[in-house]
């Protein structure tokens, strides 16, 4: 990418840091951004409007360039093509995402008359999920793929921020950890952003404008770098987004409580063991009152959409 940038004299910032070492499985150390005034934002808090505008700007720029190089045949897409941390095998894939789920499902229902139909519906959800997200997986080539960052949430996004009155204000992002980049469409690394790391209201509220900005940025780029196949078009993303709100329900309600806590939030052991694995604390009590505003709207909406 740095060579793209340098064959079309691009002086921007770049959207990823220096690699200085790692070990497979192990250890990956990167330059240390902070002396450059690069931060990590609070996971727990979540991204308002102006970090995510932000987001969807670099994420965009990352993929026009991805989409470029995959055309020149400088990455090789075969091998990206499997999404590591959401197609695991049947067994895992039960132990991690589809018993917690079912247990999850049961303390919905606790909520409340008005939350048992949603409980219901998400135990429901549950049964041929496996098969409908390996569907889902599959790589259409009809439509508009690239690189997907793969685990694009608030702790592998850095801020740079300005000076005087600007010092609130985020002016850069860097991307960090590309450990789990894979070939699909855009709106798998937009989805997973958009579930697990945008101020809840915002996400409810915004998501469009989000959409409307990473869609100009993205054909921005394609644009600037002079890019001869087709762009973008909005209502391309949106029926994409729709496609996958089967990801939705699997996100906002497992992964979003667990990135967004101070509790220690997943036991691996008590899940390979066939146990729940998630800690139900975080449904339970004011903890639960607070996922009933965060998450609660957008399962009602999309359980009815996916169930009838």
Known sequence: MEVLMEEFEDTRERLWTDMITYQPYNLIVFKDLTAERFKVEDRRKCLGLEHS??????????????????DRGLFPATDLKKYI????????????????????????????????????????????????????????????????????????????????????RPIAIRFIDFQMSFYNTAAW??????????????????????????????NYNLDLYKYEGAR???????????????????????????????????????????GCGINLALYQGERGAQLRKSIGPDLKRYLKSRLG
């Not at 049947?90 to 939350?115: C, M, R, S, T």
């Not at 996958?244 to 220690?264: A, F, G, Q």
């Open 85 to 168: 941390s959401l197609r695991p095998r049947k067994d895992l894939f039960n132990y991690i995402w589809a018993n917690p789920l079912k247990h999850v499902a049961k303390e919905i229902k606790q909520w409340g008359n008005e939350w048992v139909d949603v409980g219901t519906r998400l135990f429901q959800y549950v049964d041929g999920l496996y098969e409908k997200l390996n569907d889902a997986y599959e790589v259409d080539e009809r439509r508009f793929n690239v690189i997907n960052h793969g685990d694009l949430w608030t702790c592998n996004l850095m801020f740079k921020y300005g000076s005087g009155s600007n010092i609130d």
């Open 53 to 70: 505008l932000l987001v969807m700007e670099g994420v965009a720029r990352f993929h026009a360039m991805s989409r470029i190089l995959l």
């Open 232 to 274: 973008l078009k909005l209502e391309s993303l949106e029926s994409e987004m729709k496609r996958l709100e089967l990801l939705r329900v699997l996100l906002l309600s497992l992964t979003y409580p667990i990135m967004t806590t101070d509790l220690k939030a997943f036991d691996w052991n008590v899940a390979f063991e066939g």
């Open 189 to 218: 690394d937009l989805t997973y952003f958009i579930c697990t790391s945008l101020v809840p209201s915002y996400r409810r509220k915004y998501e469009r404008i989000l959409l409307v900005r990473y869609v100009d940025c993205f």
